[in-house]
């Protein structure tokens, strides 16, 4: 079993059951050194290296390899598998994973800070109507 640290769309409940079909327990976590952009002209963001910030999210527990490929899929070509160590609401750090931005395509970031709850708010429903396909 694996622990995946979240940021993104990902941090949705919706997008996560879509996905992997499965209830799965989060809790709040950030990650230090690290800042999140939206990648130019998506609803989604990216995370680069960045010693003056961090990110918040949430660490996802008790990942099969199954739920894993499945999210490797979903990320794709853009984005690599990295561990990381975050830091838990209560201050405990954890040795994680995330999906971080490969920098040969850092030419595809905006400057513009991602936000979820102007995700939710403005794209979530077109969002969710995209990972589900047509019919």
Known sequence: M??????GTLLNDEVLRILLDQPLPKVGARLAGY???T???Q??????????????GALVT??????????DEY???FYRR?????????GTPRHCQTYVFQPR??????????????????HMSQYLARLLGPG
């Open 35 to 37: 800042r999140r952009v």
């Open 82 to 90: 990295e561990s990381v160590v975050v830091y838990l609401d209560c």
């Open 105 to 122: 395509y850092y030419d595809f970031l905006s400057a513009e800070a991602w936000c979820n709850d102007h995700f939710r708010e403005c």
């Open 43 to 56: 609803m989604f963001p990216a995370i680069r290296p960045d010693g003056t910030s961090s990110v918040e």
């Open 2 to 7: 694996q622990d995946i640290f979240v940021y």
């Open 75 to 77: 990320e794709g070509r």
């Open 39 to 41: 990648v130019s002209g």
């Open 62 to 71: 008790g990942l099969d390899q199954c739920a894993i490929s499945l999210l």
